[in-house]
């Protein structure tokens, strides 16, 4: 089955200075592309209608309609768009709502940079495991929609040299592939030196979540690839 590998994302904001931020935020993640800019609800709704993008970045407070309103709107008229929100708004009935009307994520204004990158690669991952999989045992779900729990510990436990941020995006092309990649493949596809994959690709091994395949060629040295472990 096909995958995405390409997100088209609509950012829902009124402030200019802030969507230029975010724009740029957004798009420095591998895969991300901001295909609009709307400065309130009603603008966001109708460009969702005609782009139809994969996922929205919303703000709450803007002229018009606001978040909340907007959210809403999205889905009584059931459009199939992902939202996360980001917003200054921190009250828990603003959060309670957004969130019971299906946002993936909330994001509190301002944030760092990683806090984005976290989200949208949580969503990659996701939508990558939901296209290429038809059922899910528990502990596959379970990985999938928990694995950003516990964060600073785990991150704390990883040796040293080595980021959730790159490992994550590491696991997350090994589990998209029906076939083992070698390490250089996977240097090439995530844009890093690759000793630095080969690194984090020994940790994966070690760590269970993906499996080492050697392959034997008719001539020269055995090549190490690596294939996502689904048991």
Known sequence: MAYKEEFNVLLIEDDPM???VNKGFIESVVGFHVVEVAGNGEEGLALIKALQPDLVILDVFMPKKDGIKTLQELRK??????V???????DTETIKLMLQNGAMD?????????????ALEKYRKQRISFDKTETFSQEQLDALLYS???M???ESQLPKGLNEFTLNEITANIQAQDVPKSAEEVANSIGIARVTA??????LEKSGIITLDVQYGGV????????YNKK
């Open 84 to 90: 996360i929100v980001v917003s200054a708004a921190k």
């Open 148 to 150: 950003g729990q516990n």
């Open 220 to 227: 020269g040295r055995p090549v190490n690839r690596y294939i």
């Open 152 to 154: 600073k510990s785990e």
């Open 18 to 20: 802030v969507q230029e």
């Open 198 to 203: 080969r690194r984090y690709l020994d940790y």
């Open 77 to 82: 008229q059931k459009l199939e768009v992902d």
């Open 106 to 118: 909330y994001i509190m204004k301002p944030f760092k940079l990683h806090r984005i990158q976290r």
